[in-house]
């Protein structure tokens, strides 16, 4: 997102619980989404605020309601207060199955707490994000390297570029009424999504190998989810929570979701962006 705005020439301020190297159009705040004084800052005369931040994993559950339902509370009650009038919130494919994780759940009540604050909103509900410095998918691509990539039950799914989202999240901004009050579900393009065999082979021929994709039923990815607690605690990327999701047969997005060719179309092509995010993987030591 921020390497994009710079690319447009778009200023920010964002909020940040680290110190950060100073970088020409963005204007730092410290602190995170329950710091009161800090929000205010972060919204002051601003022309719209994008609310990116969220948990998506934790080890206790209570941490998906602490961070994505009352952080967002707090955020929309600073613009309110601030009077800034728009509102884009990213939430997640997975508000669309609430009952699945609480996870899911937690993004679908944030969405209602958007939908409920008064503001100029529009939220959008992404897919699996691939690309630089994602380490979600990475786990697939570590696989790969030994020609095996496991994947939950037979299903599909859709999949978006970050560097598509970052220009997504910028083209709704500014106010406008073909995105005005919309809940967006935005991917690659590709009709009906991947296969998750597919999408695993896509993932092995980015990195080169012709890989083995087994399809493992949701006892065993319970049983793999206890053992990557047991083994990694708080640091687990395969959580029962992950599971209930995961195991979930459709995650496609939705035709008459998409925003209107007029404000974005995606632009990267994924069998191209895997293997770019191949290449990023190595040249950063991450494979």
Same mark, same amino acid.
């Given at each position: 997102m921020l390497e994009e705005a710079a690319r447009q020439g778009i200023t920010l301020r964002a909020l940040t619980r680290r110190d950060q190297n100073p970088r020409d159009g963005i204007s730092w705040v410290r602190g %995170?989404?329950? %710091?009161?004084?800090?929000?205010?800052?972060? $919204?002051?005369? /601003? %022309? &719209?605020?994008?609310?990116? /931040? *969220? @948990? $998506?994993?934790? !080890? %206790? !559950?209570?941490? #998906?309601?602490?961070?994505?339902?009352? *952080?967002?509370?707090?955020? $929309? /009650? &600073? +613009?309110? +207060? +601030? *009077?800034?009038?728009? #509102?884009? #919130?990213?939430?997640?494919?997975? +508000?669309?199955? !609430?009952?699945?994780? $609480?996870? *899911?759940?937690?993004?679908?009540?944030?969405?209602? @707490? @958007?939908?409920?604050?008064g503001l100029d909103w529009t939220i959008i509900r992404p897919p699996a994000i691939y690309g630089p410095r994602d380490k979600e998918i990475l786990e697939l691509f570590r696989a790969a390297r030994w020609g095996v990539v496991p994947m939950p039950p037979a299903g599909r799914a859709s999949v978006i570029h970050v560097h598509d989202l970052a220009r997504l999240l910028l083209a709704v901004a500014p106010p406008q009424p073909a995105a005005a009050q919309r809940i967006f579900e935005v991917d690659d393009g590709r009709p009906g999504g991947w296969s998750h065999r597919e999408l695993a082979t896509a993932i092995g021929r980015a990195m080169g190998r012709k890989v083995w994709v087994p399809h493992l039923p949701k006892v065993l990815l319970l049983a793999a989810a206890r053992l990557d607690t047991l083994f990694r605690n708080g640091r687990a990327k395969l959580t029962a929570d992950r599971v209930g999701y995961m195991a979930h047969p459709d995650w496609v997005c939705r035709p008459e979701q998409v925003p209107p060719e007029s404000i974005w179309q995606a632009r990267e092509d994924t069998e191209a962006g895997l293997a770019a995010t191949a290449r990023w993987y190595r040249q950063q030591g991450w494979l």
């Open positions: %995170d989404l329950h %710091d009161t004084g800090a929000l205010a800052e972060l $919204v002051k005369g /601003a %022309d &719209a605020v994008l609310h990116i /931040a *969220g @948990v $998506v994993n934790t !080890p %206790d !559950p209570m941490g #998906f309601h602490v961070g994505n339902v009352e *952080g967002t509370e707090q955020l $929309v /009650a &600073a +613009a309110r +207060a +601030a *009077g800034v009038n728009r #509102f884009v #919130f990213v939430s997640s494919l997975s +508000a669309r199955e !609430p009952g699945l994780s $609480v996870y *899911g759940k937690s993004k679908r009540h944030a969405e209602e @707490v @958007v939908q409920t604050s």
